[in-house]
């Protein structure tokens, strides 16, 4: 009978009996908070980029006219660099603890400072990457 089988039934049988032998129970599916949290971060990482790109680019411009509108650009991005840190923060607030797993944050380098996470070596923000 197992002849007749391809590779892939065998593997499927060979993980179902692992499963059961383990008493291993299925993962939960992310909840949709940590795919907003990884959204807002990777918004935020993308504006600080920016950020660290036109303070660069404002040190080699000549013209007064493109400076002002670098700096303007530059009042821009902190706004939206601090709107996007309300809205993860309030995120964090309210999920009650459901996106951040053993008490570490859920989405690297995104916690809050009051987090049981933020001051130990067990917070991803606090680790080295």
Known sequence: ??????????IT???????QAFALQPDRPANETIHELK???I??????KDRTRLLNRIKTQAL???????KARLAQIERQLAAI???I???LRGDDGKARKGGSCATPSICLPSSPC???????KNTRR
Do not use: F
């Open 13 to 19: 049988i060979m993980l179902a009996q692992m499963g």
């Open 85 to 87: 840190q309300t809205e």
């Open 39 to 41: 959204e807002l971060q």
């Open 43 to 48: 918004a935020r990482t993308a504006l600080v």
């Open 64 to 70: 007064s006219l493109t400076e002002r509108h670098s």
């Open 118 to 124: 933020a001051s130990t070596s067990r917070c991803r």
């Open 1 to 10: 009978m197992r002849q007749n089988l391809d590779r892939g039934h065998i």
């Open 89 to 91: 923060e309030t995120r």
